[in-house]
């Protein structure tokens, strides 16, 4: 799902997210990068807390791309594997 997700925001160009630091690009390589880490178990904390904060409702999944199936069931996801750490 991470990486369908990349697909999507990469698919849009390098647009601005209006409550982000970030770019749609951006945001697309890093969900590429860190599916790679998922998949090895090498996502650090800090890029797991990351993850979580750009698929919770109303953050920068909704307000770029706003596939609302698909960021649910990221978020879900995302919110059983790593709440603890995301909400430290």
Same mark, same amino acid.
């Given at each position: 799902?991470?990486?369908?997700?990349?697909? $999507?925001?990469?698919?849009?160009?390098?647009?601005?997210? /209006? =409550?982000?630091?970030?770019?749609?690009? +951006? #945001? !697309?390589?890093?969900?590429?990068?860190?599916?790679?880490?998922?998949?090895?178990?090498?996502?650090?904390?800090?890029?797991?807390?990351? $993850?979580?904060?750009?698929?919770?409702?109303?953050?920068? /999944? =909704?307000?770029?791309?706003?596939?609302? +199936? #698909? !960021?649910?069931?990221?978020?879900?996801?995302?919110?059983?594997?790593?709440?603890?750490?995301?909400?430290?």
């Amino acid at each position: 799902m991470l990486r369908q997700a990349a697909h $999507l925001w990469l698919a849009l160009g390098h647009l601005d997210i /209006w =409550d982000s630091d970030d770019y749609t690009d +951006d #945001l !697309g390589t890093f969900c590429n990068e860190a599916a790679e880490k998922v998949a090895k178990n090498e996502i650090s904390d800090a890029e797991k807390k990351r $993850l979580y904060f750009i698929f919770a409702p109303t953050c920068e /999944w =909704d307000n770029s791309v706003g596939d609302a +199936d #698909l !960021g649910n069931k990221v978020f879900g996801c995302l919110d059983a594997l790593y709440r603890d750490v995301s909400l430290k």
